[in-house]
């Protein structure tokens, strides 16, 4: 099983899309900086988690996420008070 994540910092108004196995440690690393590109805008929330059989199918959710319409659509529908 595959997840496409969304996290956002509420501090700095930040969106980070992602795809993983297992999206609690990922969540986890994130917020422990672990990764070089999210660190600097700890802490990190998830609001989307979605399941998928195939890399291929998640694959192509982020990929549509990370579009400007996509990350449009991420802020309208899925954070509140951005």
């Known amino acids: 099983m595959f997840f496409v994540y969304i996290l956002y910092s509420r501090m ?3 969106i980070y899309i ?3 196995e ?3 440690l990922r969540l986890s690393q994130h917020n422990l900086g672990q990764n070089q590109s999210t660190k600097a805008y700890l802490p990190w929330i998830m ?3 979605e399941q998928f059989e195939t890399r291929i ?3 192509e959710k982020e ?3 990370k579009t400007s319409s996509g990350r449009r659509f991420i802020r309208k ?3 509140l008070n951005s």
């Open 12 to 14: 700095h108004d930040r």
């Open 18 to 20: 992602g795809m993983t």
């Open 22 to 24: 297992n999206s609690e």
């Open 47 to 49: 609001v989307y988690n």
């Open 57 to 59: 199918q998640a694959r």
């Open 63 to 65: 990929i549509k996420f």
């Open 77 to 79: 529908n899925y954070l």
